[in-house]
Every structure is written in structure tokens, then in C-alpha cells.
T-cell receptor, first 115, second 113 residues
Framework: AAGVIQSPRHLIKEKRETATLKCYPI?????VYWYQQGPGQDPQFLIS???????DKGSIPDRFSAQQFSDYHSELNMSSLELGDSALYFC??????????????FGPGTRLTVL | DAKTTQPTSMDCAEGRAANLPCNHS???????VYWYRQIHSQGPQYIIH???NNETNEMASLIITEDRKSSTLILPHATLRDTAVYYC??????????????FGTGTRLQVTL
């Protein structure tokens, strides 16, 4: 079965540079979520999109922005990178059912290292 | 979000049942209980969810107490590959909406030979 695809899998950037992470959800899923997991920490919700509109926002820095495109893929743009942005970034997708919550399917993550 | 409380860590012998408890005493009537796990540095993986009744799938069973204030995830025959951090989560938001997951500290399950 198709899974969530994230690219790149690994990314190394210098401080103050810009990074773009991409996420391709499972076909027919209409919702995308982004999570950040720092070293030794639990995943933290950043932002989500439902049908190409931002649906929720967590502890996402103002330096970060994201969007969901017409083909439902999503991109997380990160500017003025800081050392503390080094983390695993997970994308998840789900199909939003009006009658219940739906499980989220996570991608393998992008490991961002800021030097 | 309703808060959940889980033990920090547990050990289980391979082949035995692993019973992972979760306390969610402030759960509201329409909140589901979800369980996810994360094997080292991999993306979290959905396991099971339930509202009131006990649930079972190919991965695990979920037992929810009648008052819904606690639940137990059961892995009937744990293997080394089940070593992971297990998260009990009550998604925020209303049903029918895209609900973020708030990960607590979870239970680190170590399955040993």
C-alpha cells in the first residue's frame, strides 16, 4: 500500500539558510500534518492543512511557513535556520471523516541538521 | 487536550503479553482514545483506537474501563520488534475535524529475550 512520502530524507544546512521539506500524502487523504521532533524529545505538532486550507497551528516559529497544494502535497518552508531547528520533521496524512477522528499515517521523516 | 498519564518505562519478555496502562481521568464523553507507537527514529505508527467498547485488531487489543477513565493496550505476544515508545493520545478538536496529536512522554517498552 502507498505510504506517505517525504523528501529529502536528510538535509544539512548552515545557520541562516533556508530549507524546504516536501510531503506527499497517501492518495485520497485530504489532511496533512507536520510535526517536529528534537533530539530526545517527543513529536510536537507544528501545523495542519485540510483541503488546502490551514486547519490548525501549533508551536510553529514565525520563520516557518507551510502550504498545501492543489494535488494535496505539502511543503514546509523554513528560513533563517537556527541550530535549534535541527530535528526530525514528520509529515502525516489522514482522511477526515465527519463522524469520527481518523488515524494519521506518518512518513519516514526528514532529518534536518543545521550547522 | 485531555491529559493522559503513562508509566515511563516497562519491560516485557518476548512471547509474553505486554499490558500498557494509560490514565485519562478527565476524558470527555465524545473523546476517543488512540494509541500510537514510535520505533526508534521512525515515524509514529497508529495502533488502535476506541471510544467505549473494547477493540481488537491484528496488532493489539484495547481495553477501556466502563467509566472511561483509563485504558490498557495489550500486545498479546510481544516480540523484539515491539520495542518502542507507546503513546496514549486523546486527539484535540471536534469529531469530523482534522485533529492534531499531542504526544506526551509515552511508555518506553523494552522487550527482552
Amino acid at each position: 500500500a502507498a505510504g506517505v512520502i517525504q523528501s529529502p530524507r536528510h538535509l544539512i544546512k548552515e545557520k541562516r539558510e533556508t530549507a524546504t521539506l516536501k510531503c506527499y500524502p497517501i492518495p485520497r487523504h485530504d489532511t496533512v500534518y507536520w510535526y517536529q521532533q528534537g533530539p530526545g524529545q517527543d513529536p510536537q505538532f507544528l501545523i495542519s492543512f485540510y483541503e488546502k486550507m490551514q486547519s490548525d497551528k501549533g508551536s510553529i516559529p514565525d520563520r516557518f511557513s507551510a502550504q498545501q497544494f492543489s494535488d494535496y502535497h505539502s511543503e514546509l518552508n523554513m528560513s533563517s535556520l537556527e541550530l535549534g531547528d535541527s530535528a526530525l520533521y514528520f509529515c502525516a496524512s489522514s482522511w477526515t471523516d465527519r463522524n469520527s477522528y481518523n488515524e494519521q499515517f506518518f512518513g519516514p521523516g526528514t532529518r534536518l541538521t543545521v550547522l | 487536550d485531555a491529559k493522559t498519564t503513562q508509566p515511563t518505562s516497562m519491560d516485557c519478555a518476548e512471547g509474553r503479553a505486554a499490558n500498557l496502562p494509560c490514565n485519562h481521568s478527565t476524558i470527555s464523553g465524545n473523546e476517543y482514545v488512540y494509541w500510537y507507537r514510535q520505533i526508534h527514529s521512525q515515524g509514529p505508527q497508529y495502533i488502535i483506537h476506541g471510544l467505549k467498547n473494547n477493540e481488537t485488531n491484528e496488532m493489539a487489543s484495547l481495553i477501556i474501563t466502563e467509566d472511561r477513565k483509563s485504558s490498557t493496550l495489550i500486545l498479546p505476544h510481544a516480540t523484539l520488534r515491539d520495542t518502542a515508545v507507546y503513546y496514549c493520545i486523546l486527539p484535540s478538536g471536534d469529531t469530523g475535524t482534522a485533529s492534531k496529536l499531542t504526544f506526551g512522554t509515552g511508555t518506553r517498552l523494552q522487550v527482552t529475550l
